[in-house]
């Protein structure tokens, strides 16, 4: 019996000195990754991931958030469009933090980290170094400098470890516009899908390997969960804290996506435009001139986006090429007898066929629904040169 309670005392013995000591490798310092679920709304579609720190030794439970800004700022917009929105690193009670989500009905899914004492230190104190007032500020990008990326630094970053060694199978041929595109269809949001492919350039079409597709909430966390730590797991522990409770919706009608709307516009041009008749002619020119002028205005948001703004993603836009800004000039063409002035349709006419080819190099840069409107502009731009050519040759 002595024997046995000797054993007994010498394992309980163990099991304080175990705990003690993992409370101290730990620092009374607990550190996990939080991930978002979507919302309903577009600045939340994409997700959200923040950083919590439990402070045993002060009592604390402190949630860093990178995705913030000050909406009350008097050029909110205008930086905004610009590009020159300042993000900042902001902190707040986890208890906050929470009651934020349970109000939206979103999930949080927490991922406990597995460092070590001194690199629990380095990331505390990196984030305190980060919400003073002099570093908290940042120029936000979407794609390449977001509170995810951010957090992916950090992370991936601590203790002079070589950078982004998550990997993690990404789907083959990805690129950013490809992981957008994921939610937006979720989300079912066809015409916001359409608006973003519209700003969108080149760069949003690159291949993707795993550590810049921990650009969006639910890769990071994927990234964690495969990353291998000194021979070991990252991810410690994992656990539902609040539940996704967003509604299921439903997809959205054929008559209501940018696909029937761009079909129904290219039907009714090519209907009034076969009708001969003075009167349908004036129609024609007038529903010309509306076409033209608003593809030459989304032309010239389109160019101001690429060379006017901050915006790195929205540059290298291939859209520029149908969506040409000198359209909005070519209106005040139409009808117009001058040879050199008919020479822009034909020239546009013959420019907007070769996005045909275009589509199958590169058939993520333009958005499918954009086909028949793009067709339209190639015809009826035909349609306007092939009638002043033959206004031309009617004697005088």
Same mark, same amino acid.
């Given at each position: ?33 939080? &991930?978002?679920?979507? *919302? ?7 997700? !959200?991931?923040?950083?919590?720190? %439990? ?16 909406? *009350? ?7 905004? %469009? /610009? ?9 707040? &009670? ?32 990196? #984030? =305190? ?15 390449? @400098? ?21 990997? =993690? ?19 079912? /949001? +066809? ?6 492919? $519209?700003?969108?350039?080149? @760069? ?38 609040? +539940? ?18 761009? #079909? ?5 041009? &090519?209907?009034?435009?076969? #009708? ?28 101001? /986006?690429?060379?006017?703004? @901050? !915006? /790195? ?38 420019? &907007? ?18 086909? +028949?409107?793009?067709? $339209? ?5 035909? %349609? ?7 206004? #031309?040759?009617?004697?005088?």
């Amino acid at each position: 019996m002595k024997g046995i309670k000797r054993a007994f005392s010498i394992f309980a013995f163990g099991c304080i000195m175990v705990q003690a000591a993992a409370q101290s490798d730990s620092c009374r310092l607990r550190i996990s990754l939080l &991930t978002c679920s979507p *919302g309903s709304e577009l600045y939340s579609v994409f997700g !959200h991931s923040a950083l919590r720190i %439990v402070d045993s030794t002060v009592g604390t439970d402190i949630v860093y958030n990178f995705g913030t800004f000050n909406f *009350g700022d008097p050029d909110f917009y205008s930086k905004f %469009v /610009m590009g020159r929105l300042m993000y900042y690193v902001d902190q707040e &009670t986890y208890s906050s933090f929470k009651a934020e989500y349970e109000y939206e009905r979103r999930g949080i899914t927490e991922q406990v980290l597995s460092f070590s004492c001194a690199e629990k230190k380095s990331i505390q104190e990196k #984030l =305190f170094i980060n919400v003073r007032e002099e570093n908290k500020y940042y120029k936000y990008d979407f794609l390449n @400098d977001n509170c995810t990326t951010r957090l992916r630094d950090i992370i991936f970053g601590v203790g002079n470890q070589q950078p982004y060694r998550a990997l =993690f199978a990404t789907k083959t041929n990805s690129s950013y516009r490809d992981y957008l595109h994921v939610y937006l269809n979720r989300a079912n /949001m +066809p015409w916001t899908k359409l608006g973003i492919d $519209l700003l969108i350039g080149l @760069d949003g079409d690159n291949r993707m390997n795993s550590n810049e597709a921990m650009f969006l909430p639910d890769y990071l966390k994927k990234g964690l969960s495969a990353a291998d730590w000194r021979g070991g797991k990252m991810v410690l522990a994992e656990s539902i804290l609040l +539940p996704d409770l967003q509604p299921k919706l439903n997809t959205n009608p054929f008559f209501q996506t940018p696909l029937f709307f761009f #079909l129904l516009l290219f039907v009714f041009y &090519t209907l009034i435009g076969n #009708l001969k008749s003075v009167r349908f002619e004036k129609i024609n020119r007038i529903l010309d001139a509306f076409l033209f002028a608003t593809t030459g205005i989304l032309g010239f948001i389109l160019l101001f /986006m690429w060379v006017g703004t @901050d !915006h /790195m993603s929205f540059r290298h836009n291939v859209n520029l090429i149908w969506a040409m800004p000198l359209n909005l000039g070519a209106v005040f063409l139409i009808g117009n007898k001058n040879l050199n002035f008919k020479k822009y349709f034909f020239y546009y006419s013959i420019l &907007t066929l070769f996005i045909i080819p275009l589509i199958f190099i590169l058939p993520e840069a333009i958005n499918p629904t954009l086909y +028949p409107l793009i067709i $339209l502009l190639s015809y009826r731009s035909w %349609v306007i040169g092939r009638n002043d050519k033959k206004t #031309l040759k009617q004697p005088l």
